[in-house]
């Protein structure tokens, strides 16, 4: 599965790296293998919103992939620390960025999956925006699953 065929434009990306990689401590050999598997499903442009989030004991590990798509990290600690983080980021994105008229973001794709991002999900389907998650296989919750317009599991 990939997206190539869906609607052209900017997207915001949302990545709970600890919920794809399935680990709470997540290595080199973690990040290069995502950011492979990522490649192969999900065109990144380096145009494109990416905010990645996890705990401060990945610190290395996250700062490189977010160099590798021009995104950053926000910071959580706990079971659902990267969850708030990731959710706080969304929110504080300006409606100008939404609505750039030269590029206006046109998919939010989550890569969790996480029940915590069915809200997120909404406010962007909500703003017509297509939504996309990105999960591995048995985590993705029904009710993030049932407010994606594509749902795509990652084999990490």
Known sequence: DNVRGMVPGRQIVLLDV?????????????????SVRLSNVLPIDRNDIVI??????????????????GGCVVWGVG????????STA?????????????SPVTRL?????????APIANSARSK?????TISRWFS?????????????????
């Open 52 to 69: 990645i989030g996890g705990d401060c004991k990945n610190a290395f590990c996250l700062d490189d992939l977010a160099r590798r798509y």
């Open 79 to 86: 079971r659902d620390g990267a969850d708030i983080a990731l």
């Open 18 to 34: 600890e919920n794809l990689v399935g680990v709470g401590r997540v290595t080199e050999g973690d990040i290069e293998l995502l």
């Open 109 to 117: 794709v989550i890569g969790s999956g996480d029940h915590h991002f």
């Open 140 to 156: 993705l919750s029904n009710d993030l699953a049932r407010t994606a317009d594509t749902c795509l599991t990652l084999q990490i």
């Open 128 to 132: 017509g925006r297509q939504v996309l």
């Open 90 to 102: 969304f929110a504080e994105i300006p409606p100008s960025a939404w609505d750039c008229p030269y």
